[in-house]
């Protein structure tokens, strides 16, 4: 009973009578209607022509004609459509509920892709295929908000083929807060950066610390290294206790030396040398020898 549209004839012979669609073959494009007129006892198979935002359901109100031989063809619905449908290319088409406002868009194997629900102040989209590709042709794409944009799932991976920047505006007198990744260099700046861990490992080559004020406190602090240097025009240490242990040779080198103790000075050795190129000299009320 399937017929295709040029194989219709262009003059339906038969006065056209109401019907309501009962069945729907999407293969062929055939339908089940019955009779609408009042008995509801003639029920048939009628072909339905192709119009363009209509996509037939059952219960939908439609006109029916008679044509040559006693096909019935289905003219279009009576009311409006209960869903709007736009071919697309490729087989997929793309239609809309007018009571949920919902608008679905479907392969070629009628597989919902993507839903898109529209609500007051807001909208949802809901990804609905295994895997979906956003491909933009144009040079740049840009994503505005004026509240909130949130990006969600259990992996997210954002990948740029020459650098990749993450930025806050400058407001209320802050500096500019910004992460920018690239093929050689990884550059963060804020007014402020805090940094909390519970363990962290860092494996650099080669560090620099740049800054006018470095201040930290920790309980303890352990540096293990085969050479350590220093270098400062003032440094001044404050601690109740200092123990120095040194397996080899301690040596300091100064152009002037002054000790200040409250208390008593003890050297233990199993030798003691002191030498003055031009004078020694020793100052105390009692000096014991021996």
Sequence with gaps: MAVTATNLQTHYPGLPFPARVQGISV???????IDD??????????QALRIAGWAPAVGDRVLVVAGEGGLLYVLGPLAAPSRRVLDLAGGGCAEQDPESRQLMVRNAQGDVLFRFTPS??????HLESTATALAVSCRDIRLDAADELRLSGRRVTVEGAESVRLGVAAADGHLPAGLRIDRHEIAL????????????????ARMDWLGRL??????????????LETSAETVIHNARDVYLRVRGLHQLTATRLRQIVSDTI????RRVLQRASDAY??????????
Excluded: F, P
């Design 27 to 33: 293969e062929d494009s055939v339908l089940d209607v």
């Design 37 to 46: 007129d009042g008995d509801g006892r003639r029920c048939a198979r009628a």
């Design 120 to 125: 007051v102040g807001a909208g949802t989209l």
């Design 189 to 204: 700046s804020a007014g402020h950066l805090l940094v909390q861990a519970r363990s962290s490992v860092a494996r650099i």
């Design 214 to 227: 470095w201040q930290g406190r920790v309980e303890r602090a352990c540096l293990h290294a085969e050479r």
């Design 266 to 269: 003890q050297i233990k050795a």
């Design 281 to 290: 000299k020793v100052r105390s009320d009692k000096i014991h020898l021996g």
